[in-house]
Protein backbone atom coordinates (compact mmCIF):
# COMPACT_ATOMS: atom_id res chain seq x y z
CA UNK A 1 0.00 0.00 0.00
CA UNK A 2 1.53 3.74 -1.04
CA UNK A 3 1.31 5.91 2.09
CA UNK A 4 1.42 9.55 1.71
CA UNK A 5 1.47 11.99 4.24
CA UNK A 6 -0.88 14.71 3.14
CA UNK A 7 -2.55 17.61 4.29
CA UNK A 8 -6.97 16.97 4.31
CA UNK A 9 -9.05 20.39 3.69
CA UNK A 10 -11.69 21.23 6.13
CA UNK A 11 -12.69 24.64 6.93
CA UNK A 12 -15.69 26.67 5.71
CA UNK A 13 -15.35 28.63 2.03
CA UNK A 14 -12.24 30.88 2.58
CA UNK A 15 -11.49 30.05 5.80
CA UNK A 16 -9.35 26.57 5.00
CA UNK A 17 -8.39 24.08 8.24
CA UNK A 18 -6.22 21.32 6.92
CA UNK A 19 -5.49 17.76 9.16
CA UNK A 20 -2.07 16.38 8.78
CA UNK A 21 -2.82 12.90 7.71
CA UNK A 22 -1.53 9.80 6.60
CA UNK A 23 -3.54 8.39 4.20
CA UNK A 24 -3.12 5.41 1.23
CA UNK A 25 -2.34 7.68 -1.76
CA UNK A 26 -5.06 5.63 -4.04
CA UNK A 27 -8.03 7.47 -1.21
CA UNK A 28 -9.25 11.22 -2.04
CA UNK A 29 -8.00 14.22 -0.74
CA UNK A 30 -10.28 14.88 1.63
CA UNK A 31 -11.32 11.13 2.50
CA UNK A 32 -10.37 7.98 4.20
CA UNK A 33 -7.48 8.26 6.24
CA UNK A 34 -5.48 5.89 8.33
CA UNK A 35 -4.21 8.28 11.51
CA UNK A 36 -4.83 11.84 12.09
CA UNK A 37 -1.31 13.36 12.72
CA UNK A 38 -1.69 16.75 13.47
CA UNK A 39 -3.08 19.95 11.60
CA UNK A 40 -2.16 23.16 10.16
CA UNK A 41 -3.92 26.94 10.05
CA UNK A 42 -2.85 29.09 7.75
CA UNK A 43 -5.44 31.64 8.44
CA UNK A 44 -2.89 31.93 11.89
CA UNK A 45 0.74 34.12 11.98
CA UNK A 46 3.43 32.51 10.73
CA UNK A 47 5.45 33.22 14.17
CA UNK A 48 2.25 31.11 15.90
CA UNK A 49 2.99 27.93 17.45
CA UNK A 50 -0.84 26.80 17.00
CA UNK A 51 0.00 27.37 12.98
CA UNK A 52 1.62 23.66 12.76
CA UNK A 53 1.27 21.41 15.15
CA UNK A 54 2.24 17.88 14.55
CA UNK A 55 2.56 14.53 16.51
CA UNK A 56 6.36 13.87 15.83
CA UNK A 57 6.76 10.51 16.89
CA UNK A 58 4.31 9.27 14.66
CA UNK A 59 5.14 10.85 11.50
CA UNK A 60 8.87 9.34 12.61
CA UNK A 61 6.57 5.72 12.55
CA UNK A 62 5.04 6.80 9.39
CA UNK A 63 7.95 7.51 7.35
CA UNK A 64 9.83 4.69 9.02
CA UNK A 65 7.04 2.60 7.54
CA UNK A 66 8.05 4.18 3.71
CA UNK A 67 5.10 6.99 3.50
CA UNK A 68 5.95 9.77 1.32
CA UNK A 69 5.39 13.38 2.58
CA UNK A 70 3.96 15.69 -0.02
CA UNK A 71 5.73 18.87 -0.74
CA UNK A 72 3.66 20.90 1.88
CA UNK A 73 4.03 18.85 4.76
CA UNK A 74 7.96 18.20 3.82
CA UNK A 75 8.52 22.07 4.05
CA UNK A 76 6.75 21.65 7.71
CA UNK A 77 8.45 18.52 8.88
CA UNK A 78 12.14 19.99 7.25
CA UNK A 79 11.11 23.53 9.35
CA UNK A 80 10.56 20.72 12.04
CA UNK A 81 14.28 19.45 11.73
CA UNK A 82 12.58 16.10 11.08
CA UNK A 83 13.53 16.20 7.44
CA UNK A 84 17.04 17.26 5.66
CA UNK A 85 16.27 20.52 3.52
CA UNK A 86 15.62 19.91 0.05
CA UNK A 87 17.33 22.31 -2.71
CA UNK A 88 14.23 23.36 -4.88
CA UNK A 89 14.44 25.51 -7.74
CA UNK A 90 12.22 26.77 -9.98
CA UNK A 91 13.75 29.45 -12.53
CA UNK A 92 10.17 30.29 -14.35
CA UNK A 93 8.40 31.02 -11.33
CA UNK A 94 10.43 34.43 -11.92
CA UNK A 95 10.20 34.95 -15.21
CA UNK A 96 7.15 37.26 -16.55
CA UNK A 97 4.64 35.91 -18.53
CA UNK A 98 3.57 36.23 -22.13
CA UNK A 99 1.41 39.45 -21.74
CA UNK A 100 3.69 41.55 -19.53
CA UNK A 101 6.63 40.88 -22.17
CA UNK A 102 4.57 42.40 -24.49
CA UNK A 103 3.78 45.25 -22.52
CA UNK A 104 7.17 45.65 -21.78
CA UNK A 105 7.85 45.63 -25.29
CA UNK A 106 5.56 48.16 -26.46
CA UNK A 107 6.59 50.56 -23.49
CA UNK A 108 10.37 50.13 -24.82
CA UNK A 109 9.16 51.20 -28.42
CA UNK A 110 7.29 53.87 -27.17
CA UNK A 111 10.09 55.24 -25.33
CA UNK A 112 12.56 54.81 -28.13
CA UNK A 113 10.07 56.52 -30.37
CA UNK A 114 9.25 59.67 -27.60
CA UNK A 115 13.36 60.28 -27.27
CA UNK A 116 14.10 59.89 -31.51
CA UNK A 117 11.47 62.30 -32.08
CA UNK A 118 13.02 65.41 -29.90
CA UNK A 119 16.52 64.58 -31.55
CA UNK A 120 14.36 64.84 -35.05
CA UNK A 121 12.85 68.30 -33.94
CA UNK A 122 16.39 69.34 -32.98
CA UNK A 123 17.87 68.63 -36.02
CA UNK A 124 14.89 70.34 -37.90
CA UNK A 125 15.35 73.56 -36.15
CA UNK A 126 19.57 73.40 -36.67
CA UNK A 127 18.30 72.96 -40.65
CA UNK A 128 15.85 75.39 -40.40
CA UNK A 129 18.34 77.90 -39.16
Do not use: C
Not at 73 to 100: C, H, I, M, Q, Y
Amino acid sequence: MAMKIRLARGGSKKRPFYRIVAADSRMPRDGRYIEKLGTYNPLLPKDSEERVKMDMERVKYWLSEGAQPTDRVSRFLEAAGVLEKKTRNNPNKGKPGDKAVARAEEKAEKAAAAAAAPAEEAASEENAE
